[in-house]
């Protein structure tokens, strides 16, 4: 938790309230010696249903006693997200990029399905340290992780821009989930939530590109949530080159905590794989995919295959539908459930890799 001032300081060194996931609340009141039900008001007001007027200011949580709302306002700044811009594609989806505290904006996307249902796409970082070749994010390099209260406020932009409650929700926009494991897990508490967000755990995701440590975590946690990995290539030198990042985490190793996670939670991790032509796409590429995809046992993981995007500058190119298609089908052939993931919002590069802006 970063030190929050209880004596008042220059307002413009406050840290916000943001920052802070439900623990991190109750911890603050503690600190301001206030009784604990004190948090879960201050959470409602945060990230329970949306007020009619944007919250923008403690003096508006008119349950609590001034006093407290003028200590609050001492000791943390309320920054409501700010709608930067607003992108609308063909197929209905959004991007949205949302302003952050200090000057940083990170990428959004909402994607609607039937009459009711809506999936949000949010980001947990501005930027990402990992650098993959192939990801318009990675490219960037890291500006900053952010808060719990930042990953549930993008929510929050969507669904009032769409009026209609956020169904689900993956942490699959711009950065690395599990380099920045403790907020993201305090946001899906949050969305979880019955009294604040109302997710079921099951429909929320994480995407990770494989951080072993993180994997393990999750594999821990008490909650149903549900876990995607971005394995790109079963073939070591490959993934190496695709994503420079990860070269020290070995696939041999990401494949034990997989099947760690799936024994623990009894829940099977989906793989995403990027197809790249002339990359990852030939006949021991398909082999090792199968391989790995096999699990252990008679565990076999589903692989999305995900047709790439084209990065601004990027030099890689999609394979060609056929050889997408075919890909599928051997899979399919070996027992390894596959599908192929139809890009959404390509048109506004809202599309998987293709979250550029940070500011
Ligand atoms: N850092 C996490 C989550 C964010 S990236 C991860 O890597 O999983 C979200 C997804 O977009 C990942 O599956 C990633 O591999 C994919 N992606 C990155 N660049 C892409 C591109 N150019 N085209 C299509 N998908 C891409
Ligand atoms: Fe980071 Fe994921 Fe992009 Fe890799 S694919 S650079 S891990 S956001």
């Given at each position: 938790?970063?030190?929050?001032?209880?004596?008042?300081?220059?307002?413009?060194?406050?840290?916000?309230?943001?920052?802070?996931?439900?623990?991190?609340?109750?911890?603050?009141?503690?600190?301001?010696?206030?009784?604990?039900?004190?948090?879960?008001q201050v959470a409602a007001w945060l990230y329970g249903t949306a007020p009619a007027v944007p919250l923008t200011?403690?003096?508006?949580?008119?349950?609590?006693?001034?006093?407290?709302?003028?200590r609050l306002a001492a000791t943390c700044t309320l920054d409501a997200p700010q709608i930067l811009r607003r992108?609308?594609?063909?197929?209905?989806?959004?991007?949205?990029?949302?302003?952050?505290?200090?000057?940083?904006?990170?990428?959004?996307?909402?994607?609607?399905?039937?009459?009711?249902?809506?999936?949000?796409?949010?980001?947990?970082?501005?930027?990402?340290?990992?650098?993959?070749?192939?990801?318009?994010?990675?490219?960037?390099?890291?500006?900053?992780?952010?808060?719990?209260?930042?990953?549930?406020?993008?929510?929050?932009?969507?669904?009032?821009?769409?009026?209609?409650?956020?169904?689900?929700?993956?942490?699959?926009?711009?950065?690395?989930?599990?380099?920045?494991?403790?907020?993201?897990?305090?946001?899906?508490?949050?969305?979880?939530?019955?009294?604040?967000?109302?997710?079921?755990?099951?429909?929320?995701?994480?995407?990770?590109?494989?951080?072993?440590?993180?994997?393990?975590?999750?594999?821990?946690?008490?909650?149903?949530?549900?876990?995607?990995?971005?394995?790109?290539?079963?073939?070591?030198?490959?993934?190496?080159?695709?994503?420079?990042?990860?070269?020290?985490?070995?696939?041999?190793?990401?494949?034990?905590?997989?099947?760690?996670?799936?024994?623990?939670?009894?829940?099977?991790?989906?793989?995403?794989?990027?197809?790249?032509?002339?990359?990852?796409?030939?006949?021991?590429?398909?082999?090792?995919?199968?391989?790995?995809?096999?699990?252990?046992?008679?565990?076999?993981?589903?692989?999305?295959?995900?047709?790439?995007?084209?990065?601004?500058?990027?030099?890689?190119?999609?394979?060609?539908?056929?050889?997408?298609?075919?890909?599928?089908?051997?899979?399919?052939?070996?027992?390894?459930?596959?599908?192929?993931?139809?890009?959404?919002?390509?048109?506004?590069?809202?599309?998987?890799?293709?979250?550029?802006?940070?500011?």
């Amino acid at each position: 938790m970063p030190e929050f001032p209880t004596d008042g300081q220059a307002a413009s060194r406050l840290p916000s309230i943001k920052s802070l996931d439900k623990g991190g609340l109750r911890t603050l009141m503690e600190r301001l010696g206030q009784p604990a039900y004190r948090a879960r008001q201050v959470a409602a007001w945060l990230y329970g249903t949306a007020p009619a007027v944007p919250l923008t200011s403690f003096e508006q949580m008119t349950d609590l006693p001034r006093s407290l709302r003028e200590r609050l306002a001492a000791t943390c700044t309320l920054d409501a997200p700010q709608i930067l811009r607003r992108q609308d594609s063909r197929d209905g989806s959004r991007k949205y990029l949302v302003q952050l505290a200090g000057g940083n904006a990170v990428e959004t996307v909402a994607i609607p399905a039937g009459h009711d249902r809506l999936t949000v796409c949010f980001s947990t970082q501005a930027g990402c340290a990992l650098g993959c070749v192939f990801c318009a994010t990675g490219q960037a390099g890291l500006v900053r992780s952010l808060g719990a209260g930042e990953m549930v406020d993008q929510l929050r932009v969507a669904s009032e821009d769409f009026g209609l409650r956020v169904t689900n929700a993956v942490a699959m926009g711009q950065g690395e989930p599990f380099a920045n494991y403790n907020a993201v897990l305090g946001a899906l508490r949050l969305l979880n939530d019955e009294r604040l967000g109302g997710i079921g755990a099951r429909r929320l995701t994480v995407s990770t590109c494989g951080l072993l440590d993180g994997i393990r975590r999750f594999a821990e946690e008490p909650e149903q949530f549900t876990l995607a990995v971005s394995l790109h290539s079963a073939v070591q030198a490959t993934r190496d080159r695709l994503m420079p990042g990860l070269a020290s985490q070995p696939l041999t190793e990401l494949r034990e905590e997989l099947a760690y996670y799936a024994a623990s939670s009894g829940r099977r991790p989906s793989l995403e794989y990027l197809l790249i032509d002339g990359v990852n796409d030939t006949p021991e590429e398909l082999e090792a995919l199968i391989g790995f995809a096999r699990g252990q046992g008679a565990l076999n993981y589903h692989v999305n295959l995900i047709v790439l995007n084209k990065t601004a500058g990027g030099r890689l190119e999609p394979s060609p539908p056929e050889r997408l298609q075919a890909f599928a089908n051997s899979l399919l052939q070996a027992r390894v459930n596959a599908t192929i993931r139809a890009s959404r919002g390509a048109d506004i590069q809202a599309a998987c890799g293709q979250l550029a802006e940070v500011v």
